[in-house]
C-alpha cells in the first residue's frame, strides 16, 4: 500500500491493515490455501463481446463479471451485479430504465451462454434498483415478459432491493446464480 493511502488511514484503520499482516503473509493463516487440503477449482466468467472486465475501467474495479466454481457433479456459475454496461465499459441507455433492463438481460444471457449455461440453470436473482418506489412494477413487468418469452417455470428465487448503484447513471443492476450438470 502506498504511503500517502497510509497517511490517511485512521489509527484504527491502520491498525487493523498491520494485524493482517499483508506485508508478510506467510506469517498469517487465512491468507494462503490450507496446506494438504485440495481446493475447488474456480475460474473467472467473462463475455467480451457484450460487456467489458470490470478491471478495465479507467478506476479499475476489483471483482470479475462471475466465477464459475466446480463441484462433484456439477458446476455453480456466481454472476456479479451486471448492469446497463457495453463492451467498451460504457453505461448504455442512461435515463431510459426500461432500456437498461434488457441490457442487462442482454448481459447476463451471454454471460451464461460463455458457459454453456442458460436461465434455465439460474435458481436465484438479487435485483437492485435505483428507486425501488418508481421503478419496481415496470422492472417486474419486464422480468415478466423476459422470464414467460425464455420459458422458465419454475421462476428463480429472488430478492429486489432498493439501492445506490456503482454509476449515477445505472437504474437497474442483476445479480444471479446458476448451477449446471458438470462431470461425475
Known amino acids: 500500500m502506498s504511503e500517502a493511502h497510509m497517511r490517511r488511514m485512521s489509527a484504527e484503520a491502520r491498525e487493523e491493515y ?3 499482516s499483508l506485508d508478510a503473509p506467510e506469517t498469517t493463516a487465512g491468507l494462503h490455501p490450507v496446506a494438504g487440503r485440495g481446493s475447488l477449482k474456480k475460474r473467472a466468467i467473462s463475455a467480451p463481446d457484450v460487456l467489458n ?7 479499475p474495479a476489483t471483482f470479475t463479471r462471475g466465477m464459475r466454481v466446480e ?7 456466481y454472476l456479479s451485479g451486471t448492469a446497463s454496461v457495453d463492451e467498451n465499459g460504457l453505461s448504455v441507455h442512461p435515463g431510459d ?5 434488457w441490457r442487462t438481460y442482454r448481459n447476463l444471457t451471454h454471460l451464461l451462454a460463455a458457459e454453456h449455461a442458460s436461465w434455465h440453470d439460474i435458481f436465484r436473482t438479487t435485483c437492485y434498483l435505483r428507486d425501488i418506489e418508481r421503478d419496481y412494477d415496470e422492472f417486474n413487468c419486464i422480468r415478466g415478459t423476459f422470464f414467460k418469452m425464455v420459458g422458465l417455470n419454475p421462476l428463480p428465487a429472488s430478492t429486489g432491493i432498493q439501492a445506490r448503484l456503482c454509476r449515477s447513471d ?15
Open 97 to 101: 430504465f426500461a432500456a437498461q433492463c
Open 170 to 184: 445505472l437504474l437497474v443492476e442483476i445479480e444471479a446464480i446458476a448451477m449446471i450438470p458438470g462431470p461425475k
Open 71 to 77: 463441484l462433484p457433479g456439477a458446476s455453480m456459475l
Open 53 to 59: 472486465e470490470a478491471y478495465d475501467y479507467a478506476a
Open 18 to 20: 498491520e494485524a493482517l
